[in-house]
């Protein structure tokens, strides 16, 4: 019965990515502000005055932008979310060195707290 295992394996990926996926939404319940029409208002005003990506351009590149990025993260401050500052940047800038600063400002906030010391070499 070769289909059985493989349909409860699959059943046991999509059952793990579903409760991953509740995690996720319960460590940051703000996810579910993006959809507000409130920031498709924001999102759509920030475009219309900088369609360019703002990190492009301070290395002279012009790139259209896509995405509207929190300049300081917001972590779940509506007053934040809702005024930024924000800047415009296109998906490449805001997956990487974006992603990357905020891990790196996250690392930097949870040592400070002693969150993480016993995983340092
Ligand atoms: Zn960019």
């Not at 793990?16 to 996720?24: F, K």
């Not at 507000?36 to 475009?47: D, H």
């Amino acid at each position: 019965m070769p289909t059985r295992p493989k349909a409860l394996g699959q059943q046991q990926r999509a059952d793990r990515r579903r409760l991953a996926d509740a995690d996720r939404r319960a460590a940051k319940p703000w996810r579910s502000w993006y959809g507000l029409a409130v920031w498709q208002a924001i999102r759509e005003r920030q475009l219309g005055l900088q369609p360019l990506c703002e990190r492009h351009l301070k290395r002279g590149e012009i790139e259209p932008a896509t995405i509207v990025n929190h300049v300081e993260p917001h972590r779940g401050d509506w007053d934040r979310f809702v005024a930024g500052p924000l800047e415009s940047v296109c998906k490449a800038c805001h997956d990487g060195e974006i992603q990357r600063e905020e891990r790196a400002a996250g690392r930097a906030a949870a040592e400070d707290r002693g969150v993480g010391r016993k995983f340092r070499a």
